[in-house]
């Protein structure tokens, strides 16, 4: 898949919840249900990680229900589907290594010594234990709050929270670094 293509469904897929707001309020669902099963398709024709596929499989379903069963809350279930999703895919590295936090990491340190490695595994972690609150929490929205409150957790308050996990373990992970160095040098 092109790299524009993927950037208009990354961006499609971020703004999703506001997405699913706006259609809710002007009484119009079926284009966020077509658009979804759009994104899910376009990913999963793509020459892509195996590993999401979940996240492409839960798309393709929470549209396609909405659709067949002319039930918005299917869309509103999506971001509950896609920590599940997420969970999923962290897990799975956990049993089949490198984990997912190793992966990301290697990417700016190809070269991560031993430590490392079994940092990024409690990071991995850490983001399963995440991913299982979010996707709670995100079913409380859908459950028991308005339309409002849900895009206010689902398009903002959960990709705050994963920023601040995201920022937080990189800081981290440079001090944990940082901390083995002068270890070295004693």
Not at 54 to 60: K, N, R, V, Y
Not at 84 to 104: C, D, H, N, W
Not at 152 to 164: K, P
Not at 166 to 185: A, I, N, S, W
Request: with cysteine.
């Amino acid at each position: 898949m092109s790299w524009i293509l993927k950037g208009i469904v990354a961006i499609g897929l971020i703004l999703y919840p506001f997405l699913v707001g706006y259609s809710l309020a002007n009484g119009q669902y079926i284009w966020v249900s077509c658009l979804l099963i759009v994104f899910g398709v376009i990913r999963l024709l793509s020459k892509g990680n195996a590993l999401l596929w979940p996240l492409t499989g839960f798309a393709i379903l929470c549209g396609g229900l909405s659709l067949v069963l002319k039930d918005h809350a299917w869309l509103k279930l999506y971001p509950v589907f896609m920590s599940v999703g997420a969970l999923i895919v962290f897990a799975m590295t956990l049993v089949k290594p490198p984990s997912m936090i190793e992966r990301f990491a290697r990417l700016a340190e190809p070269d991560l010594p031993p430590e490392g490695v079994i940092w990024t595994k409690k990071v991995t972690i850490v983001w399963c234990g995440f991913f299982v609150v979010n996707a709670v929490i995100a079913l409380v929205t859908v459950l028991f709050t308005s339309t409002k409150i849900w895009v206010l957790y689902n398009g903002f308050i959960s990709y705050l929270l994963m920023g601040v996990l995201l920022l937080g373990e990189y800081l981290l992970r440079k001090r944990q670094q940082r901390l083995h160095e002068m270890q070295k040098m004693n």
